[in-house]
Nanobody, 122 residues
């Protein structure tokens, strides 16, 4: 069993900041890419940011310069620092991780958290 548990969502005013965390637990050999996606009401889930096992990152254009992503491999945790938040950032944010549970797996399997709601409103 593998679980991803997100935390840090909530209500924030426009221009404010939030930090999301996602911790993976369970039977884990290692974690490859980790990332954050979001889904606003009536819209499809979209990539926000991803970070590879070596620290390489990529971001959606709409968050470049405002969000940063980092990870603590010792804690199997990924973070999303969100600054200069806008009302259009309101969404449920989901953690994703590609996790190897066995040495026989070449790359790993996608796992998802249940999501944490971020609301940006005055």
């Amino acid at each position: 069993q593998v679980q991803l548990v997100e935390s840090g969502g909530g209500l924030v005013q426009p221009g404010g900041s939030l930090r999301l965390s996602c911790a993976a637990s369970g039977s884990i050999v290692n974690i490859n890419a980790m990332g954050w996606y979001r889904q606003a009401p009536g819209k499809q889930r979209e990539l926000v940011a991803r970070i590879g096992s070596g620290g390489s990152t990529n971001f959606a254009d709409f968050v470049k310069g405002r969000f940063t992503i980092s990870r603590d491999n010792a804690k199997n945790t990924v973070y999303l620092q969100m600054n200069s938040l806008k009302p259009e950032d309101t969404a449920v944010y989901y953690c994703n991780a590609v996790i190897r549970r066995s040495y026989y797996e070449v790359y790993g399997t996608d796992y998802w958290g249940k999501g944490t709601l971020v609301t940006v409103s005055s």
